[in-house]
């Protein structure tokens, strides 16, 4: 009995990781196109769909530069479904926002 529970709450928890981990890509650095799947406002992280279905996660630091019409702007502006130019650094497995332009 003992055994059938702690393989059920393994196989519980095996799924929940799973079911709620985002499926990222790490690219090289350069300049990429594409439109934001998410906003995470509490840390300052959005989400990047990439023209070729890649997905970029994306934490900006205090030096990434976020723009709308040549204008520095706040990252209260962005939203899901927005068309975005970033630049990215490679560090790594992480991916280091240079610069985010909106697009529209």
Known sequence: ?????????????TFL???CGE?????ESGTYLGTIQEVESSKTEIYVET??????ELYFTDQTELTQNGNEVDFSVLQEGMR???EV???????????V????
């Open 1 to 13: 009995m003992k055994t059938k529970i702690v393989n059920t709450v393994i196989i519980a928890v």
């Open 17 to 19: 990781f799973f079911a």
């Open 23 to 27: 499926s990222t890509d790490v690219v």
């Open 51 to 56: 023209e070729d279905n890649q997905t970029l």
């Open 84 to 86: 975005v130019e970033v």
């Open 89 to 99: 650094k490679r560090e790594g497995k992480r991916l280091d926002p240079i610069s």
């Open 101 to 104: 332009k909106v697009l529209e």
